[in-house]
């Protein structure tokens, strides 16, 4: 199946530090990545959909200018935390497909990133 | 709006015993349906998906779920369950709009496996 994975697995910084989470497509071309932030038991919250080329679409609710998306080339995608204060500390997973495509297509998720603001 | 009810936010089973993991949904059109597991600080895997055909959908890990259109569910179900299989579990409904496939997730059933 197809492999997405995320770099670092774990990081804590300090408050007002920027974090820079990775995700990469490892087997396919990706030109939509998603991104979800996750709460301890609770479901996956989309923030935003990052489109390879062009901007980031938000979720209503998400800081744009807080929570910076790039996708630079087909098979990576990076969400960068900017002046990171402890309410960011959460679980935050990418995922893509394959192909841009329909409503039908699997959507294959990286391990996830736990970040720890003190 | 589509939405995903998962209504159990818990499930007890022995092992060997059969598993259900309950799940509604509401959507306006033709629904394409997931399911994904979660183990502890891991991402989502997905185990199946219904898109058209055949009702009882089989995935990985001796999974399948049965999709009914009258009563808008898609249960997941296992013969026989293992303790391995204790994990999270997440429905989801795929909603394609603004030209995007994004998913739409229950808010997830741990399921306990017990000796």
């Known amino acids: 199946g197809a492999v997405v994975s995320q770099h670092p697995s774990r990081v804590i910084c300090k408050s007002g530090t920027s974090v820079k989470i990775e995700c990469r497509s490892l087997d396919f071309q990706a030109t939509t990545m998603f991104w979800y932030r996750q709460f301890p038991k609770q479901s996956l919250m989309l923030m935003a959909t990052s489109n390879e080329g062009s901007k980031a679409t938000y979720e209503q609710g998400v800081e744009k200018d807080k929570f910076l998306i790039n996708h630079a080339s087909l098979t990576l995608s990076t969400l960068t935390v900017t002046s990171a204060h402890p309410e960011d500390s959460s679980f935050y997973i990418c995922?893509?497909?394959?192909?841009?495509?329909?409503?039908?297509?699997?959507?294959?998720f990286g391990p996830g990133t736990r970040l720890l603001v003190l | 709006a589509q939405s995903v009810a998962q209504p159990e936010d818990q499930v007890n089973v022995a092992e060997g015993n059969p598993l259900t993991v309950k799940c509604t949904y509401s959507v306006s059109g033709n629904p394409y349906l997931f399911w994904y597991v979660q183990y502890p600080n891991r991402g989502l895997q997905f185990l199946l998906k219904y898109i058209t055909g055949d009702n009882l959908v089989k995935g990985s890990y001796g999974f399948e779920a049965e999709f009914n259109k009258s009563q808008t569910s898609f249960h997941l179900k296992k013969p026989s369950a293992l303790v391995s299989d204790s994990a999270l579990y997440f429905c989801a409904v795929s909603s394609f709009s603004g030209g995007y496939n994004k998913l739409i997730f229950g808010a997830g059933t741990r399921l306990a496996v017990h000796p």
């Open positions: 995922s893509s497909s394959p192909l841009l495509a329909g409503a039908q297509e699997t959507q294959y």
